[in-house]
Antibody
Framework: EVQLVESGGGLVQPGGSLRLSCAAS????????MSWVRQAPGKGLEWVSY????????LYADSVKGRFTISRDNAKNALYLQMNSLRAEDTAVYYC???????????WGQGTLVTVSS | EIVLTQSPGTLSLSPGEGATLSCRAS???????LAWYQHKPGQAPRLLIY???SRATGIPDRFSGSGSGTAFTLTISRLEPEDFAVYYC?????????FGQGTKLEIK
């Protein structure tokens, strides 16, 4: 059974940093691209970042480019999102997601809440 | 960036009725890389449709997707109580892989 478990969320001050992790199990992690998607309170889903299976291709939304860094450790079956220079508008539930068919996200974690506030 | 615009913003219907949700793209979505998701509060989003018209595994056949280019539709026939949720379209053919703003399907 495919499982994705996010961790690392919490309360952080504006300008601070946080590192999210996503532990993957139940599939060959190194064979799949992975992504982060977020949902701010009362808002819709927002795609954040993508990393290919070998880390050769990395993509970001304009809203986080230059501040967030996606990475993965295939030996540890783990996906990461390093978030720097955090802003209030980064407050959201962050989901890691894995494609099921082509690039559509068939598997999601339960999400981890990041709150940016003083 | 491809902007996806969903309509209506809110749809009020009764169980047993049919629903038609629209998703329009600002540019053509390549190879019909268009997905639909169902999202309920406190849960992870659920993939319903990929490739514009293919149902994901385990999705009831009352859900169907259609369209190509810049106009896509999700149709739900015979609404069940568990279908009331927020629905999002997403294009994954061109980075950034944008989502629409969502359509809330509520019980009338």
């Amino acid at each position: 059974e495919v499982q994705l478990v996010e961790s690392g969320g919490g309360l952080v001050q504006p300008g601070g940093s946080l590192r999210l992790s996503c532990a993957a199990s139940g599939f060959i992690f190194s064979s799949y691209s992975m992504s982060w998607v977020r949902q701010a309170p009362g808002k819709g889903l927002e795609w954040v970042s993508y990393i290919s299976s070998s880390s050769s291709t990395i993509l970001y939304a304009d809203s986080v480019k230059g501040r967030f860094t996606i990475s993965r450790d295939n030996a540890k079956n783990a996906l990461y999102l390093q978030m720097n220079s955090l802003r209030a508008e980064d407050t959201a539930v962050y989901y890691c997601a894995r494609p099921l068919y082509s690039g559509s996200y068939g598997y999601w974690g339960q999400g981890t809440l990041v709150t940016v506030s003083s | 960036e491809i902007v996806l615009t969903q309509s209506p913003g809110t749809l009020s219907l009764s169980p047993g009725e049919g629903a038609t949700l629209s998703c329009r793209a600002s540019q053509s979505v390549s190879s019909s890389y268009l997905a639909w998701y169902q999202h309920k509060p406190g849960q992870a989003p659920r993939l319903l449709i990929y490739g514009a018209s293919s149902r994901a595994t385990g999705i009831p056949d009352r859900f169907s997707g259609s369209g190509s280019g810049t106009a896509f539709t999700l149709t739900i026939s015979r609404l069940e109580p568990e279908d009331f949720a927020v629905y999002y379209c997403q294009q994954y053919g061109s980075s950034p892989y944008t989502f629409g703003q969502g359509t809330k399907l509520e019980i009338k």
